[in-house]
């Protein structure tokens, strides 16, 4: 069983910065992609940035420049660095991840961008 849990989330202000983790957990033997999806309400879910086992990262359109994903293998984590966020990014964050060939979900965190 494996699981992924999500932290990081909140909210901060227009043009703030946040930080999103996802740990895994259980029986892991190879983990071959992970990814933060967001939804927002009313919204369809996207993909905002992806990392692959080799490293190869992507980004939706929308956050290139200011979104970074990053992992840790030693901790079978994967990081999200948001910054310059703007209110359009408000929506609740998940993570997803390709583990052993199956996918998981986490919970998902909130991220709020208001003044």
């Known amino acids: 069983q494996v699981q992924l849990v999500e932290s990081g989330g909140g909210l901060v202000q227009p043009g703030g910065s946040l930080r999103l983790s996802c740990a895994a957990s259980?029986?892991?033997?190879?983990?071959?992609?992970m990814g933060w999806y967001r939804q927002a309400p009313g919204m369809q879910r996207e993909l905002v940035a992806g990392i692959t086992s080799d490293g190869r990262t992507n980004y939706a359109h929308s956050v290139k420049g200011r979104f970074t994903i990053s992992r840790d293998k030693t901790k079978n984590t994967v990081y999200l660095q948001m910054n310059a966020l703007k209110p359009e990014d408000t929506a609740v964050y998940s993570c997803?991840?390709?583990?052993?060939?199956?996918?998981?979900w986490g919970q998902g965190t909130q991220v709020t961008v208001s003044s």
């Open positions: 259980g029986s892991i033997f190879s983990i071959y992609f």
């Open positions: 997803n991840g390709d583990i052993g060939g199956m996918y998981y």
